[in-house]
T-cell receptor, first 112, second 112 residues
């Protein structure tokens, strides 16, 4: 299995508070991705990174920001959490170029 | 844009039954195709892949053949087990690795 961890694994927070989720890899892959998974919507891409300090938006990026200051870490920040951001968040990594992605174990976020 | 369509299920089978989960895609160029499996409470795991037309991916008794003429990548297994109960996702990736598209997932339940 690819070396990829996510923290925290579970988090409960209140509306309006900032939240940061962390993805850490030990595989030195160039690409890192953040997805959210919701019933009835499948997996949706939030943001991705193709190198240190190089990021781009996915299909559901509103309300989220990301940062990648090191190859191994990709942070997802909810500046002011809303109940609609209650979801399971998955990080994925991969070498790009049409090859597969490897997924982390997920973070279950509940915004009350 | 690129898209993946798969039967949403749920699919319920008896142990040792034959499994087919249909997947068709729309894409420009020549994408790579993947099947992922997600067990309850876990992230997605790569099950198999195919990178060009007529390639057959296989793993753990599962198989899928890349059919360019029918734009399909159907997942099959000759004899399912209770432990195969999970959600299965078909996905494609363009050759640049920036566009990874997932189908909605198919829930499989195998009864003893």
């Amino acid at each position: 299995d690819a070396g990829i961890t996510q923290s925290p694994r579970h988090k409960v927070t209140e509306t309006g508070t900032p939240v940061t989720l962390r993805c850490h890899q030990t595989e030195n892959h160039r690409y890192m991705y953040w997805y959210r998974q919701d019933p009835g919507h499948g997996l949706r891409l939030i943001h991705y990174s193709y190198g240190v300090k190089d990021t781009d938006k996915g299909e559901v990026s509103d309300g989220y920001s990301v940062s990648r200051s090191k190859t191994e870490d990709f942070l997802l920040t909810l500046e002011s959490a809303t109940s609609s951001q209650t979801s399971v968040y998955f990080c994925a990594i991969g070498p790009g170029g049409g090859t597969e992605q490897f997924f982390g174990p997920g973070t279950r976020l509940t915004v009350l | 844009g690129d898209s993946v369509t798969q039967m949403e299920g749920p699919v319920t089978l008896s142990e040792e039954a034959f499994l087919t989960i249909n997947c068709t895609y729309t894409a420009t160029g020549y994408p790579s195709l993947f099947w992922y499996v997600q067990y309850p409470g876990e992230g997605l795991q790569l099950l198999l892949k195919a990178t060009k037309a007529d390639d057959k991916g296989s793993n753990k008794g599962f198989e899928a053949t890349y059919r360019k003429e029918t734009t399909s990548f159907h997942l099959e297994k000759g004899s399912v087990q209770v432990s195969d109960s999970a959600v299965y996702f078909c996905a494609l990736s363009d050759n640049y690795g920036q566009n990874f598209v997932f189908g909605p997932g198919t829930r499989l339940s195998v009864l003893p």
